[in-house]
């Protein structure tokens, strides 16, 4: 691999941190001009590209109580509040323990402090027409989605699949680390693969 292509694919990667974790472009860009000055231009265009790419997209991500996952939900409202709807997927039996997971584990939390800050009183109806609390469980087919016409409304309005869901313990039980991470993939690539309007599939490992 040229040392070209090598330092674009390690600055997209890097690219993709940025955007979720927040750091400061003109930071990132300045270790760059460094040693590669074109590679700046890339950065800037991509991260534009990347807010027009969400802009009006269906979006279901998985693990959605998970550190990473709350850290992408929070970036996607704040930045790009013209994303079209995001199917949170929360392990729960039924709706409303689904709900009360998201009002006591997500945005309760200090990470949308902003977020609340710039909607003030209109918050809850921002979030009520862009979230939409799907309970269920990657370790099962579908998902374990219960609900019949939520199901069929995810294959057919979904654009985007980001399987977060996994244990991270590096000291968990075989079956349920294998049923997680690897049967629980699989059932997540089955989802994306049923929904008519997918473009894009992204999978976060710990591998």
């Not at 090598?6 to 979720?20: E, G, K, P, R």
């Not at 990132?28 to 590209?49: N, Q």
């Not at 409202?77 to 409303?96: G, S």
């Not at 399987?163 to 997540?188: M, S």
Request: charged share 20%; glycine share 4%.
């Amino acid at each position: 691999m040229n040392y070209s292509l090598h330092s674009l694919i390690y600055t997209v990667h890097h690219l993709i941190i940025c955007f979720v974790l927040q750091i400061k472009l003109t930071t990132f860009t300045s270790f760059y001009s460094f040693f590669h000055p074109f590679l700046c231009f890339v950065i800037i265009m991509e991260i534009g590209s990347i807010l027009r790419f969400f802009e009006n997209k269906n979006i279901i991500v998985t693990g959605a109580t998970g550190f990473l996952a709350k850290i992408f939900i929070e970036k996607i409202l704040r930045v790009q509040p013209n994303v079209k709807k995001l199917y949170l997927l929360l392990r729960a039996q039924d709706e409303k323990s689904a709900l009360q997971r998201f009002n006591n584990e997500i945005i309760a939390k200090d990470l949308y402090k902003v977020l609340k800050e710039k909607w003030g009183q209109k918050l809850n109806t921002f979030i009520s027409k862009k979230i939409t609390i799907v309970a269920g469980d990657i370790t099962h087919e579908n998902l374990g989605v219960k609900d019949s016409n939520l199901l069929e409304e995810m294959l057919r309005e979904v654009d985007v699949v980001v399987n977060i869901a996994a244990t991270t313990n590096f000291d968990e039980r075989y079956d349920i680390a294998l049923a997680l991470n690897t049967f629980g993939a699989i059932n997540v690539l089955n989802f994306a693969n049923k929904c008519v309007n997918l473009k894009v599939l992204l999978h976060v490992s710990t591998g």
